[in-house]
């Protein structure tokens, strides 16, 4: 497929050949960065990065990518810097910012603002992120970490622990892991359990799931724990967030029965949910997860842009 000129919104959008295509042109990249330190692929052209919501590491990711492909960028980190707090429309945001540069990424609270983007805007749009629904570029980063950590995600059994009810990280990663061999636990409170239809589609496609309530029964089978913290922000009841506020945290007695070859994942930032004192065992690969990030998003806005 010409990549150029492509929205990257879902994960349903994707194959999984296009899939192991952006992984291994990201690979590619990393490796040229090892070897030279700078890249000038995207030389002239201006990423707009336009961010509805807060962000640390997919915002600076982003930047970083494009600036270490030899690019520009600009953009903003909340809408009340910009004309969206005078009454300015999205629509009248993107078709303006869409003359300044060449490419946009877009945060937003709200569910399907990306896509209504995309249509609106002639260049291509990328998604980090719309409210509860898809995360596209962190599934891809999710994955191109477990590939380099294992060599492969064939075979691989994977639990994903905590909100999978509001969290759109693990909404795309269970997506995408539907085109591999993977047996999958989703260990959450009852009250945060994975949405019934992506439960019912993963099914469908043949993926072995198990949903549990158990994480330190679950932690023996682990190849991979993807931890997310619990979504204060999504939940529209304080009462309810605080229910399950606090309800899992991995730390070393937790571990004590898991595989030496166990890597814990997180999407970040965390919370509680991952004890500090994980972060100087052999299991801890979130900070590795956060560094493929760059090749990742080098990799999807040097296709996007036709450069690559």
Not at 92 to 114: C, F, L, N, P, W
Not at 132 to 155: C, E, M, V, W
Not at 285 to 290: D, M, N, T
């Amino acid at each position: 497929m010409d990549w150029k000129g492509r929205d990257v919104i879902s994960v349903r959008d994707f194959s999984k050949e296009d899939i192991e295509f952006v992984l291994n042109v990201a690979e590619r990249l990393e490796t040229e960065l090892n070897e030279k330190g700078a890249l000038d692929y995207a030389k002239g052209k201006i990423l707009a990065t336009l961010f509805f919501e807060p962000s640390t590491r997919t915002r600076l990711s982003f930047e970083s990518a494009m600036h270490r492909l030899g690019g520009s960028v600009i953009g903003f980190s909340s809408a009340a810097s910009t004309s969206v707090k005078k009454g300015e429309s999205l629509a009248d945001t993107i078709k303006t910012v869409e003359q300044y540069s060449d490419v946009i990424v877009i945060r937003h609270s709200m569910e399907g603002v990306a896509r209504l983007a995309a249509e609106m805007a002639e260049i291509p749009v990328i998604n980090a992120g719309d409210g509860s629904n898809q995360h596209p570029t962190q599934t891809l980063l999710d994955l191109y970490t477990i590939k380099r950590a294992f060599g492969r995600i064939d075979g691989l059994t994977i639990g994903l622990l905590g909100d999978l009810k509001y969290g759109r990280t693990v909404h795309s990663l269970a997506e995408a892991l539907a085109f591999y061999d993977v047996e999958l636990y989703l260990i959450s409170p009852g009250l945060l359990r994975m949405p019934k239809h992506i439960v019912e589609e993963l099914r469908e496609k043949g993926v072995r799931i198990h949903e549990t309530t158990d994480l330190e029964g679950t932690i023996p089978e682990l190849d991979v724990l993807y931890v997310t913290r619990i979504q204060r922000e999504r939940f529209p009841d304080e009462q309810e967030y605080l229910k399950v506020k606090g309800s899992y945290q991995v730390n070393c007695t937790v571990l004590k029965n898991a595989k030496e070859s166990l890597r814990i994942m997180h999407p970040l930032p965390r919370v509680d949910e991952i004890h500090p004192e994980v972060d100087r065992t052999k299991h801890a690969l979130y900070f590795r997860q956060v560094f493929s990030g760059v090749p990742v998003r080098m990799a999807l806005l040097g296709l996007t842009l036709g450069v690559l």
